[in-house]
Protein backbone atom coordinates (compact mmCIF):
# COMPACT_ATOMS: atom_id res chain seq x y z
CA UNK A 1 0.00 0.00 0.00
CA UNK A 2 1.02 3.27 -1.00
CA UNK A 3 1.25 6.19 0.74
CA UNK A 4 0.45 9.77 -0.65
CA UNK A 5 2.78 12.70 0.09
CA UNK A 6 0.10 14.72 2.15
CA UNK A 7 -0.02 11.68 4.58
CA UNK A 8 3.51 11.54 4.89
CA UNK A 9 3.52 15.08 5.34
CA UNK A 10 1.23 15.32 8.36
CA UNK A 11 2.89 12.37 9.69
CA UNK A 12 5.92 14.07 9.89
CA UNK A 13 4.79 17.20 10.86
CA UNK A 14 2.65 15.86 13.65
CA UNK A 15 5.89 14.08 15.04
CA UNK A 16 7.73 17.34 15.23
CA UNK A 17 5.70 19.18 16.77
CA UNK A 18 5.35 16.17 19.81
CA UNK A 19 9.24 16.65 19.52
CA UNK A 20 9.07 19.93 20.38
CA UNK A 21 6.37 20.22 22.80
CA UNK A 22 7.98 17.74 24.54
CA UNK A 23 11.29 19.31 24.63
CA UNK A 24 9.91 22.19 26.27
CA UNK A 25 8.19 20.31 29.04
CA UNK A 26 4.08 20.75 27.44
CA UNK A 27 2.95 17.03 26.65
CA UNK A 28 5.13 15.02 28.98
CA UNK A 29 2.58 13.16 31.83
CA UNK A 30 4.82 14.13 34.64
CA UNK A 31 6.03 17.75 35.92
CA UNK A 32 9.75 18.59 34.39
CA UNK A 33 12.61 17.80 37.23
CA UNK A 34 14.46 20.43 39.05
CA UNK A 35 17.32 19.84 36.30
CA UNK A 36 14.64 20.33 33.41
CA UNK A 37 13.61 23.89 35.27
CA UNK A 38 17.44 24.74 36.29
CA UNK A 39 18.21 24.06 32.49
CA UNK A 40 14.89 26.39 31.25
CA UNK A 41 15.72 28.98 33.34
CA UNK A 42 19.79 29.18 32.07
CA UNK A 43 18.52 29.33 28.26
CA UNK A 44 15.65 31.95 28.85
CA UNK A 45 18.78 34.14 30.96
CA UNK A 46 21.07 33.42 27.69
CA UNK A 47 18.34 34.37 25.50
CA UNK A 48 17.99 37.66 27.40
CA UNK A 49 21.54 38.46 28.16
CA UNK A 50 21.99 37.42 24.05
CA UNK A 51 19.64 40.25 23.42
CA UNK A 52 21.50 42.70 25.37
CA UNK A 53 24.70 41.91 23.60
CA UNK A 54 23.67 42.57 20.18
CA UNK A 55 21.65 45.86 21.34
CA UNK A 56 25.09 46.97 22.67
CA UNK A 57 27.04 45.78 19.47
CA UNK A 58 24.67 47.56 17.57
CA UNK A 59 24.90 50.45 19.46
CA UNK A 60 28.77 50.87 19.57
CA UNK A 61 28.34 49.88 15.65
CA UNK A 62 26.47 53.33 15.63
CA UNK A 63 28.96 55.44 17.47
CA UNK A 64 31.78 54.09 15.67
CA UNK A 65 30.15 54.77 12.09
CA UNK A 66 29.53 58.43 13.47
CA UNK A 67 32.71 59.05 14.80
CA UNK A 68 34.21 57.68 11.13
CA UNK A 69 31.94 60.10 9.83
CA UNK A 70 33.15 62.96 11.55
CA UNK A 71 36.77 62.40 11.16
CA UNK A 72 36.22 62.13 7.53
CA UNK A 73 34.28 65.55 7.72
CA UNK A 74 37.48 66.80 9.61
CA UNK A 75 40.00 64.95 7.25
CA UNK A 76 38.23 66.46 3.93
CA UNK A 77 37.62 70.28 5.25
CA UNK A 78 41.91 70.01 6.11
CA UNK A 79 42.62 68.80 2.79
CA UNK A 80 40.46 71.23 1.08
CA UNK A 81 42.27 74.08 3.43
CA UNK A 82 45.55 72.85 2.28
CA UNK A 83 44.74 72.82 -1.30
CA UNK A 84 43.57 76.28 -0.83
CA UNK A 85 47.00 77.57 0.06
CA UNK A 86 49.64 78.28 -2.40
CA UNK A 87 52.49 75.95 -2.15
CA UNK A 88 56.23 77.86 -1.24
CA UNK A 89 58.34 77.87 -3.97
CA UNK A 90 61.26 75.46 -3.22
CA UNK A 91 64.47 77.45 -2.45
CA UNK A 92 66.98 76.91 -5.22
CA UNK A 93 70.48 75.51 -4.34
CA UNK A 94 73.92 76.45 -5.88
CA UNK A 95 74.94 74.24 -8.24
CA UNK A 96 78.03 71.89 -7.72
CA UNK A 97 79.16 71.98 -11.13
CA UNK A 98 81.62 74.43 -10.79
CA UNK A 99 83.59 72.86 -8.64
CA UNK A 100 85.97 70.05 -9.15
CA UNK A 101 87.72 67.85 -6.61
CA UNK A 102 91.62 67.33 -7.04
CA UNK A 103 92.29 63.70 -8.48
CA UNK A 104 93.90 61.83 -6.52
CA UNK A 105 97.44 61.29 -6.79
CA UNK A 106 98.26 57.75 -7.53
CA UNK A 107 101.71 56.58 -6.67
CA UNK A 108 103.97 55.52 -9.23
CA UNK A 109 104.91 51.37 -9.65
CA UNK A 110 108.53 52.41 -10.25
CA UNK A 111 108.80 54.73 -6.76
CA UNK A 112 106.73 51.83 -5.23
CA UNK A 113 109.54 49.38 -6.18
CA UNK A 114 111.87 51.84 -4.90
CA UNK A 115 110.99 52.10 -1.44
CA UNK A 116 110.86 48.55 -1.33
CA UNK A 117 114.38 47.79 -2.46
CA UNK A 118 115.54 50.56 -0.24
CA UNK A 119 113.98 48.67 2.98
CA UNK A 120 115.93 45.58 2.34
CA UNK A 121 112.98 44.15 0.54
CA UNK A 122 114.18 42.37 -2.52
CA UNK A 123 111.36 39.74 -3.79
Keep these: MAFSAVNRNSGATALAFRRIM ?12 PAQLARNERMRTAAIEGAKARADIEARDVAIR ?3 ERLRAL ?9 AKPKPAKPV ?3 ARGKKAAPKQTAKLSDFLASQ ?7
Design 93 to 95: KAS
Design 117 to 123: RSTGRTT
Design 75 to 83: RLAKEAEEA
Design 22 to 33: TILGLMTKSPPS
Design 66 to 68: KNM
